[in-house]
């Protein structure tokens, strides 16, 4: 894929069923951080306030969310069902997205990431 010039277009390159969990992603980033700015970073939907708070995109199998390793230790028993990274989760295209959860991470990420910013 090329590099996108927005999320629309990201979005956009994916079949039918990928978009349709993308902008569930999508949605939830932005009810849980409605003060964040969509951009692309990296190639992948991402959101920024004062700097990257964290990324989104489709993969042959899986969504992959990238919060931030803190955020995700934070949700470690929650998470404990999903393939993980470092830096990443990867929810199974062929599950239905855990919406409540994403929501709960952005939230905690936002939440840190102002404080880390506010301390500078």
Do not use: C
């Amino acid at each position: 894929m090329k590099k996108p010039k927005d999320v629309d277009e990201y979005i956009s390159g994916f079949p039918k069923e990928i978009q349709k969990l993308l902008k569930q992603v999508r949605v939830a980033i932005q009810e849980a951080a409605p003060q964040a700015e969509e951009v692309i970073s990296y190639s992948m939907p991402a959101y920024r306030l004062n700097g990257i708070l964290l990324w989104y995109g489709a993969h042959k199998n899986h969504i992959g969310f990238y919060p931030h390793g803190a955020t995700m230790e934070k949700f470690k028993k929650e998470l404990a069902r999903y393939e993980q990274t470092k830096g990443s989760i990867h929810f199974p295209i062929d599950e239905p997205l855990p919406i409540a959860l994403i929501k709960k991470m952005v939230k905690l990420r936002l939440a840190e990431h102002l404080k880390r910013v506010k301390r500078k």
